[in-house]
């Protein structure tokens, strides 16, 4: 049995396949095709955090593969009256055949993980996003091939999404030029990577964006991080995605946003509403990819 915390659970091989799925479930989604492999099996989507897309896509996901799907939040659920992750966990996965789940520490859903019979799936945590790199690089393949050898890069927080990127330069072969302000930086060792040779570090984020394949962005105050919102406005005030930056990219470079998207904040209103973005489109894989990957998780390869 296997799970996805983070973006380094799976190899590049299995990668390869996902993507590769993922295109085949799109292409028979968009042509009304059936494509029920998961009948009879349910999903468990647990939120300790809010959402809009990770909800929709993977519940639409599931039940376009003919499954179904049991949604808790921590406020009606025991999770928000002090039940143990493990005891939900031993219980949650004799009843379903999958559980995602949206979290805070990473260590939560670990210890979920380990009390589980079935397969777990990272919906967020503080520390990792995989599901959305896992469509964003399917996204980026869809619009311009394969990624290996290119530049990402990362303007902005040092935060799951920026953990989850250098995760994948490492095990995908491409490079991330990083730019966070002064005490947002990425930290090699909870990014959870190998070595430190697929990523470069820039203060200015116009430097980093130069010749990038890519440029992407989060929010500046990640869920769980409010109190922290005024310090924050401050620090990222440079940390704007705009055109200057998306000039100074590779002519054909692509801009992605895992949404939501505060324009103004952390990118601006031309460059998320402009030709260079594929915001909707990465949205929209968020469903194939996870399609592909809860198929994977409980069927193993398909022919
Ligand atoms: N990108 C993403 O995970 O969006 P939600 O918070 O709406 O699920
Ligand atoms: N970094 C953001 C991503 C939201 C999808 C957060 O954790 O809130």
Same mark, same amino acid.
Request: zero cysteines; hydrophobic letters at 30%.
């Given at each position: 049995m296997q799970h996805y915390l983070q973006f380094k659970d799976f190899s590049a091989d299995e990668y390869a396949y996902l993507f590769a799925r993922a295109a085949l479930i799109k292409k028979k989604f968009k042509a009304y095709e059936?494509?029920?492999?998961?009948?009879?099996r349910t999903l468990a989507m647990i939120f300790e955090k809010a959402s809009t897309r990770t909800r929709v896509s993977f519940e639409a996901g599931m039940y376009q593969l003919g499954g179904s799907v049991v949604h808790l939040t921590t406020g009606d659920s025991q999770l928000g009256r002090a039940e143990p992750i493990e005891d939900s966990a031993k219980v949650i996965s004799r009843m379903t055949d999958l559980v995602m789940i949206r979290t805070y520490e990473q260590t939560k859903i670990e210890r979920f993980a380990a009390n589980s019979r079935v397969p777990v799936i990272n919906g967020l945590t503080n520390e990792f996003h995989p599901c959305q790199v896992l469509a964003d690089i399917f996204t980026y393949i869809e619009h311009?091939?394969?990624? /290996?050898g290119k530049t990402v890069a990362w303007v902005g927080d040092g935060n799951n999404m920026a953990n989850t990127w250098l995760q994948a330069a490492d095990l995908l072969g491409f490079t991330v030029h990083v730019s966070t302000p002064s005490g947002y930086e990425v930290k090699q060792s909870v990014a959870g990577l190998?070595? /430190?040779?697929s990523y470069r570090v820039f203060d200015d984020p116009l430097q980093a964006c130069q010749g990038a394949h890519l440029v992407t962005t989060d929010v500046w105050t990640s869920m769980g991080?409010?109190?922290?919102n005024e310090a924050r406005r401050a620090a990222f005030a440079s940390w704007c995605v705009n055109r200057a930056m998306m000039a100074a990219a590779a002519p054909d470079a692509l801009f992605m946003h895992c949404l939501p998207a505060h324009r103004g904040e952390e990118v601006e209103a031309e460059v998320i509403d402009g030709p260079q973005s594929v915001v909707w489109d990465e949205a929209e894989n968020r469903m194939h990819a996870q399609k592909a990957l809860m198929e994977y998780l409980l069927l193993g390869r398909q022919s």
């Open positions: 059936k494509h029920h492999t998961l009948v009879d311009r091939g394969s990624i /290996a190998r070595s /430190a040779n991080y409010e109190a922290e």
